[in-house]
C-alpha cells in the first residue's frame, strides 16, 4: 500500500508541476491545471482504497480538464486492475505518445512494462471485404457495409466475423488470434442458388440394390426351373425304359421321389421368379421416386446481431 501511494502522489505532483512549454501543456489555462489537481486528487484516494470504478471515473474527469500523459496511466492502472485490457492498452498508447518526459523517475519504465505486458494479451484484427452490400458483424456487433477495411484492435483468443447479404449464403468465419501479432481476414459470400444442393429420398444405391435384389430371385428361380426340367425328363426317360407304358404305380414306387423332387423344384423355382419380379418393379418405382432434387438453402434474418441462421428447404 505505501509504495503504490508513492507513485500515485509522485503522479499528482508530475502535473502540478508540468510547464507551458511542453506539447502536453499547451493551450492548458493554470484555472484547467487547478481543476484537473482536485479531480486527479480524488482520483489517488479512491485508487489508494482500492476502489478502481470510481478512480478511473474521478482520472477520466481530469483528463477531460487536461489531457496529461501521467493522468492517463494512472487510468491505464486503472483498467489493468479492472481487467479492461483493450482501454488499458488504447489509453497507455496515448499516455506513451510524448516518450519520458512527462513522467517522474521510473514510472515511464512502468509504463513501457505495462505496454510489453498487454502486447501478449491484444492482436491487431483487418477486416476487408470488396464484395457491395456485405453487412458484417464483429463478435455481435456491427462494423460496416462492403466495400470497407476495418481495423480492429481485439484481445488474444477466437473472436467471430460474420457476413450477410440478402440473396446470399452468411459466412461465419473463426478468428484466432495471438497476443502481438496481426491477423488479416477477407471474406466473400456466394450466391444462395450457387448452394444449392440435390438431394435424394434414399441413398442413390438404394434403389439399385433392390432390383439387383430382385434380379438374384428371378434367376435362383430360372436355375430351379431348369434343375426341375432335366429331373422330370430323367424321370420320363427311366418310366419309358422300365415299363413301355405298362407300369403300375407300384411299379414307379421306386423312382417317384425323381417326380416329386422335379415337382417341389418346379415350385420353388416358380415362386421365386414371380417374387423377384415384384421386387424388380419396386426398385424401379424406387429409382423413379429416388430422382434428385434441387434444393436452395433457406437463410434466416440476423437476430440480435447475433449471426445467421441457413438450413435447407423443401418438401418431397
Not at 95 to 118: D, I, T, V
Not at 127 to 153: M, N, Y
Not at 232 to 248: F, H, K, P
Request: with cysteine.
Amino acid at each position: 500500500m505505501g509504495r503504490v501511494a508513492v507513485v500515485v502522489l509522485l503522479l499528482a505532483l508530475a502535473t502540478s508541476t508540468a510547464t507551458a512549454d511542453t506539447p502536453w501543456a499547451d493551450g492548458v489555462t493554470e484555472d484547467q491545471k487547478a481543476r484537473a489537481q482536485v479531480l486527479l486528487d480524488q482520483g489517488n484516494a479512491l485508487f489508494l482504497e482500492k476502489k478502481y470504478i470510481e478512480a478511473l471515473e474521478a482520472y477520466g474527469q481530469a483528463v477531460a480538464v487536461w489531457d496529461h500523459p501521467a493522468i492517463r496511466f494512472n487510468m491505464v492502472r486503472c483498467e489493468i486492475q479492472l481487467g479492461r485490457n483493450l482501454d488499458a492498452a488504447k489509453n497507455l498508447e496515448l499516455a506513451l505518445r510524448y516518450g519520458e518526459a512527462p513522467f517522474e523517475e521510473g514510472l515511464y519504465s512502468e509504463a513501457l512494462g505495462y505496454q510489453k505486458l498487454l502486447s501478449t494479451q491484444i492482436g491487431d484484427v483487418v477486416v476487408q471485404c470488396s464484395q457491395p452490400g456485405v453487412k458484417l458483424l464483429f463478435d455481435g456487433e456491427a462494423i460496416g457495409t462492403c466495400p470497407v477495411t476495418e481495423k480492429r484492435r481485439v484481445l488474444a483468443g477466437s473472436h467471430s466475423l460474420v457476413g450477410t447479404k440478402d440473396g446470399h449464403l452468411p459466412k461465419s468465419v473463426e478468428v484466432v488470434v495471438v497476443g502481438g501479432e496481426g491477423k488479416s481476414i477477407d471474406i466473400n459470400l456466394v450466391p444462395v442458388e450457387q448452394g444449392a444442393v440435390i438431394v435424394h429420398r434414399w441413398k442413390t444405391y438404394v434403389p439399385f440394390a433392390v432390383m439387383g435384389g430382385g434380379a438374384v430371385l428371378v434367376g435362383t428361380g430360372v436355375m430351379f426351373q431348369l434343375l426341375a426340367s432335366d429331373q422330370m425328363d430323367s424321370y420320363d426317360a427311366l418310366v419309358a425304359a422300365m415299363c413301355a407304358g405298362n407300369c403300375t404305380p407300384q411299379d414307379l414306387a421306386g423312382i417317384d421321389d425323381m417326380r416329386s423332387g422335379a415337382r417341389l423344384k418346379s415350385g420353388i423355382g416358380v415362386s421365386a421368379a414371380i417374387t423377384g419380379a415384384a421386387v424388380i418393379l419396386t426398385g424401379g418405382v424406387m429409382l423413379y421416386l429416388n430422382r434428385g432434387r434441387t434444393v436452395y438453402p433457406e437463410v434466416a434474418p440476423v437476430a440480435n446481431g447475433q449471426g445467421a441462421v441457413l438450413s435447407l428447404g423443401g418438401s418431397w
